[in-house]
């Protein structure tokens, strides 16, 4: 992962190898799969002062000025991960919201929060779960890296990536940043829209992230080639 609090990290940068396309689903879904859990008590304080920021701004504790008061990078990844939790609760709140009749949210945790809760996927289910449908990504509890095995692990399975916007999304999608990541509600709420009501835009999705990542193998050999030298 991608550190949010310094420019120091080398990433070895994971890639989707064997994808699946996706397939056209008329009555598509919105899929969400995740943890969630509290560790440090002083990080509901923290969350409590910048709630109501957050639902401007979503990758607001993703700046490395956010975590300068804080003095060591253990004590500052502790309470990164309980924001992220806090933050995906805030999320899903909306989501759930707006699109209760079209969501399925899955994760154990999550039953203990709100009603409408699957167990956590396993094995071939998880194929069959993500390929066509919506697939919402809140990026990892770890850092800011937009392929990192959840999201790999939708793409391979043809689901349609709809991802918080992480440090490199611009990178990754190039022209089509926009339809692929969101950085506040209204955004969230737009890209839903166009991708579950919006047979066109949901069709042209399918086709532009095939297109993204079919050569994937090959970023991935170029970049062994530059570790190793060759």
């Not at 009603?115 to 066509?132: D, R, W």
């Not at 835009?201 to 399918?206: A, L, R, S």
């Amino acid at each position: 992962m991608k550190s949010v609090f310094h420019d120091k990290d080398q990433v070895f940068q994971l890639y989707p190898l064997k994808i699946e396309k996706s397939f056209f689903r008329k009555d598509r879904r919105l899929i969400y799969a995740s943890t969630y859990s509290i560790k440090k008590k002083t990080s509901y304080l923290i969350w409590k002062t910048i709630n109501e920021s957050t639902k401007v701004d979503f990758n607001l504790f993703d700046k490395k000025d956010f975590w300068q008061s804080y003095e060591s990078d253990i004590e500052r990844f502790s309470i990164y991960r309980d924001l992220k939790n806090f933050q995906r609760k805030q999320i899903l709140e909306e989501i759930l919201k707006n699109y209760n009749n079209k969501f399925d949210l899955y994760g154990d945790d999550w039953s203990k929060i709100f009603n409408l809760s699957h167990s956590n996927i396993e094995g071939n289910k998880v194929k069959k779960i993500y390929n066509g449908n919506l697939c919402i990504d809140l990026g990892s509890k770890c850092g800011s890296l937009t392929l990192y095995p959840r999201s790999i692990e939708i793409i391979e399975n043809g689901g349609l990536l709809l991802q918080l916007k992480q440090i490199d999304s611009n990178e990754v999608f190039g022209q089509h940043s926009d339809r692929f990541t969101f950085d506040n509600f209204k955004s969230l709420n737009y890209n839903i829209e166009r991708l579950l009501y919006d047979e066109n835009f949901y069709k042209e999705q399918i086709e532009i992230q095939y297109d993204i990542f079919k050569n994937s193998k090959k970023k991935l050999e170029d970049q062994l080639d530059l570790i190793f030298g060759k």
